[in-house]
């Protein structure tokens, strides 16, 4: 409900001007994101992205964000939590995606995200240059262990999927 160090040491009505640096090489993901967490904590705030996404770069400025002091305060954890998170997400995934080069293989992502944050993490997947596999149960078949166990064989559920995937599917 507040910020109690922040009313005790930051005057009422301080300005400031903040910077988000890279500290390591890496997958930048998650400025749009940090940007939405600063304004929804203060919409008055500035903030000015200063570098591409899905890109490896080096370490370096990657934003700066203006305007009272203690709104800056209030979004700087949150707003760094999930850029440290979706960067470290694509950073990993491009690493990956560097070491298989060259062999036609290609690095999928996963339905076991963390909770809330599927849809940032696929995307940031993305931003490291790595495939989609798929959203949902919805979206696309994959025979696992316990389909082909309740099928009667892996060749059985394989021959039912095909037969009844949705078409598109």
């Known amino acids: ?3 109690l160090t922040t009313e005790a040491v930051v005057p009422e009505g301080a300005q400031a001007r903040a910077r988000i640096e890279q500290r390591a ?3 930048v993901f998650g400025l749009g994101v940090a940007q939405t ?4 904590v203060d919409p008055s705030l500035a903030f000015e992205a200063l570098a591409p996404e ?5 370490p370096g400025m990657l934003a700066e964000i203006s305007g009272l002091a203690a709104s800056i305060l209030a979004g700087e954890r949150v707003a760094l939590n999930f850029l440290g998170r979706l960067s ?3 950073t ?3 690493r990956y995606v560097q070491a298989v080069e060259g062999t036609g293989a290609r690095i999928l992502d996963t339905r076991k995200t963390t909770p809330g944050l599927r849809e940032l993490e696929k995307e940031a997947v993305r931003a490291g240059a790595g495939v989609s596999h798929r959203s949902g149960l919805y979206d696309a078949i994959l025979v696992k262990e316990n389909h082909a166990a309740l099928a009667g064989g892996v060749g059985e559920a394989t021959r039912l999927a095909l ?3 949705p078409a598109g599917v």
């Open 92 to 94: 990993l995934t491009a």
């Open 1 to 3: 409900s507040g910020d």
């Open 54 to 58: 899905g890109q490896w770069r080096e």
């Open 37 to 40: 967490v600063f304004e929804r």
């Open 25 to 27: 090489p890496g997958v």
């Open 163 to 165: 037969e009844r995937a």
């Open 88 to 90: 470290g997400v694509a």
